[in-house]
Every structure is written in C-alpha cells, then in structure tokens.
C-alpha cells in the first residue's frame, strides 16, 4: 500500500505597506492570512494543531524586535473563524502599541489528515461542532470558487486596508491577470 505524505506546515506572511502601530491594521493583515492558511487546509483536507504568529518591527531601523507565540488547538482545526480568533488572541498578547510593526506570518503546524480527526474518551471534543464548523467552511469555499475569491469573507479582513503592500512599483502581471494584457491598437 503506498503511503502519501502529508505536509508539515501551512505559512502565510507578509511585509505591511507601511509599518504601523495600528491595531486594527494588524488584526485585518492576521485576519488575512488566516483565512489563506485555513483555505489551503481545508483544500488539502487537513486539521492543524498548533497556530502560530509572528510579528516585528523593521529590522533595518534601529530598535528590532521580533515577537513569536504559538497556541495549541484543543481541537484540531482548519475553520477559518476559529483559527483567527484565536491568532487575534495572541496578537493582543504579543503587541506593544509603541512599536510600529512591520512584518506579519501566519504559521500553521501539527497538521492532520481530516479523516484522521478522532474524538477522545474524556468527551473534550465536541464533534457536533467539528462538523458543524466543516459544514460553514464548505459553504464559505463553494461560494468563494462559484463566486470568486474573497467575495465572502470575515469583517476581520476589512477593518483596515493600511497594511495592504504598496502596489505602485509591481511589475505588470502579463500573464496571469487580463485585465493588465497589453492592448495593440491598429492606426490607420
């Protein structure tokens, strides 16, 4: 019988486009990265164990600082609200509003096969909502791939946009976006 091998980790980061010490910016940019490292799970068929953040501060200025935290799951998980509830729980532990934060990662690990998912003898799992949470997800991902992505999304990811990259120096995506295709145009 031939085994496949499940990955490790699922990890989502990214550089702010300007550093902030704006809460609420960097609840949306782990909302965000949330919700991409959840989807890739679930797209995979695994539950994660262990969530994990990072968070610094530019490491070129002077004052660096690099935070990291991580939180067992007392489930095992890939439902988006869930891991970022928990995720904006560490975020709250982790930050210090005078600092302004630079970078943010995502880190998912510990990771299960979905039909791995056990119950145990003491009854801490509650498989009614294992699978309830399965259920919201399945219809969030149905409505995202019918619909496009993002389109339905948690109001975490929307509270700020100042985190978002600075787009203006990206090079044209020729071949992957339409909508940046050069146009030739015939004069006559």
């Known amino acids: 019988a031939t085994r496949t091998k499940i990955r490790q980790s699922v990890m989502h980061g990214r550089m702010f486009g300007q550093d902030t010490s704006d809460f609420a910016a960097i ?6 990265l949330g919700a991409r490292a959840a989807h890739d799970l679930r797209r995979e068929g695994l539950l994660a164990r262990t969530a ?11 004052g660096f600082i690099r935070q990291q935290q991580a939180i067992r799951l007392a489930t095992p998980s890939a439902d988006t609200g ?5 995720l904006v729980e560490l975020a709250s532990r982790l930050y210090q509003p005078r600092h302004r934060y630079h970078r943010a990662n995502v880190l998912l690990y510990d990771l299960v096969g979905e039909q791995r998912f056990q119950v145990d003898l003491l009854g801490n799992v509650d498989v009614q909502q294992h699978q309830s949470s399965q259920a919201r997800n399945r219809a969030l991902d149905a409505l995202n791939g019918r619909f496009g992505p993002r389109t339905v999304r948690y109001a975490a990811e929307d509270l700020s946009q100042a985190w978002q990259p600075k787009r203006g120096s990206r090079s044209p995506r020729y071949t992957t976006s339409w909508e940046e295709l050069p146009v030739a145009r015939i004069m006559r």
């Open 27 to 32: 609840e949306a940019a782990i909302a965000s």
């Open 52 to 62: 994990s953040l990072y968070l610094s501060t530019n490491r070129h200025l002077p």
């Open 82 to 86: 869930l891991i970022n509830a928990r």
